[in-house]
C-alpha cells in the first residue's frame, strides 16, 4: 500500500467528516473543516491511498499561532489504523515547518488515549501539563504536550 500526502481542499470534506465521526466522540462540523482549510495559516493535509482510487486515508489539521504551530485533529480511518500513516503526516508537517526554527509545535491528547500519547512521544513530544476537564463530552482531562525543535537541534 502507498499513500500520496497532498493538501486537503473542500472537496474532501465528505471525507473528512465520515472519518472524523467514527474517530472522536464529538467530532468537528463541516464548517470547522472548512474554515481551517480556509485559513492561510494552517496546513492541512491528507493521506490518499494510491491503490484505492485516490481514498482519503487520514488527515492531520494544525494551525500556527504566535509561539507554536497547534496540532488540532489528526485522524485516520479505521481501515488504515496501525500503518504509520498519522507518523507520515506528522513528519511531513515538520518537514514543512522545518524553516520556522523557533515555533515549537503541541497538542492535547486524551489521557487515556495511550497509543496516541506512545507515537507523540516516539516523535518528539513530551508532557509539559495537564487541561482539567478539557473534553465537554465527558470532563475527561487533556494532556499538554510540547515538541521543541530548538531545543531538539540544541541537543543534538
Not at 466522540?25 to 491511498?49: Q, V, Y
Not at 486515508?57 to 481501515?79: Q, T
Amino acid at each position: 500500500m502507498s499513500f500520496n500526502l497532498r493538501h486537503l481542499t473542500l472537496a474532501d470534506l465528505a471525507a473528512i467528516e465520515r472519518i472524523e465521526r467514527i474517530a472522536y466522540p464529538t467530532p468537528w462540523s463541516r464548517s470547522m473543516f472548512a474554515g481551517e482549510i480556509a485559513k492561510h495559516s494552517s496546513i492541512c493535509l491528507g493521506a490518499i491511498d494510491t491503490d484505492a482510487a485516490g481514498c482519503l486515508a487520514g488527515y492531520l489539521i494544525i494551525s500556527r499561532y504566535a509561539d507554536a504551530w497547534h496540532v488540532m485533529n489528526v485522524a485516520v480511518e479505521e481501515e488504515y489504523r496501525r500503518r504509520g500513516i498519522a507518523t507520515l503526516l506528522l513528519n511531513r508537517l515538520f518537514e514543512l515547518t522545518s524553516a520556522d526554527d523557533r515555533r515549537g509545535y503541541t497538542l492535547e491528547v486524551r489521557v487515556s488515549n495511550e497509543q496516541a500519547i506512545k507515537l507523540y512521544e516516539r516523535l518528539g513530544f513530551v508532557s509539559r501539563g495537564i487541561r482539567r476537564g478539557y473534553y465537554t463530552d465527558n470532563r475527561e482531562d487533556a494532556l499538554i504536550m510540547w515538541k521543541d525543535p530548538v531545543r531538539e537541534r540544541a541537543s543534538a
